[in-house]
Nanobody, 120 residues
Framework: VQLQASGGGLVQAGGSLRFSCAASERTFSTYGMGWFRQAPGKEREFVAAINWLGGSTYYADSVKGRFTISRDNANDTVYLQMNSLKPEDTAVYYC??????????????WGQGTQVTVSS
C-alpha cells in the first residue's frame, strides 16, 4: 500500500488545516489508520488513529478536542482535521496504515511526511 499525504503548510496559531492521505489500493478499507508527527529533535509521536470501519477513534491527549480523524473507504482516504492549532503542533506529520495503536512500529505502511508550521 502506498500512502500519499497532502494538506500541510503554514498557519497562524488558532487556525485550521486539513490533511488528506490517499491509499493506492482498495485493501485500504481493511486497515486501521493513524497519524503521527515528529518535531525536530524529538521522537515520532502518536496523534490519532481510526479503525477500519471508522467507528472507533483514538487521540493523543495533546490534540483531543482539537483534531478529528475520519476516513472515506469509498475513496481510500483518511483525513485529519486540525483546529485551534498551537505553535507546539509544529512538526512533520505522517499517515500510516496497519494498526490503531500508539506505537509507530505497529504500522506497516507510511506516507511521506508533510510539514505543518504554526506561527505564534
Amino acid at each position: 500500500v502506498q500512502l500519499q499525504a497532502s494538506g500541510g503548510g503554514l498557519v497562524q496559531a488558532g487556525g485550521s488545516l486539513r490533511f488528506s492521505c490517499a491509499a493506492s489500493e482498495r485493501t485500504f478499507s481493511t486497515y486501521g489508520m493513524g497519524w503521527f508527527r515528529q518535531a525536530p529533535g524529538k521522537e515520532r509521536e502518536f496523534v490519532a488513529a481510526i479503525n477500519w470501519l471508522g467507528g472507533s477513534t483514538y487521540y493523543a491527549d495533546s490534540v483531543k478536542g482539537r483534531f478529528t480523524i475520519s476516513r472515506d473507504n469509498a475513496n481510500d482516504t483518511v483525513y485529519l482535521q486540525m483546529n485551534s492549532l498551537k505553535p507546539e503542533d509544529t512538526a512533520v506529520y505522517y499517515c500510516a496504515a496497519g494498526s490503531t495503536g500508539m506505537v509507530p512500529s505497529l504500522y506497516n505502511y507510511w506516507g511521506q511526511g508533510t510539514q505543518v508550521t504554526v506561527s505564534s
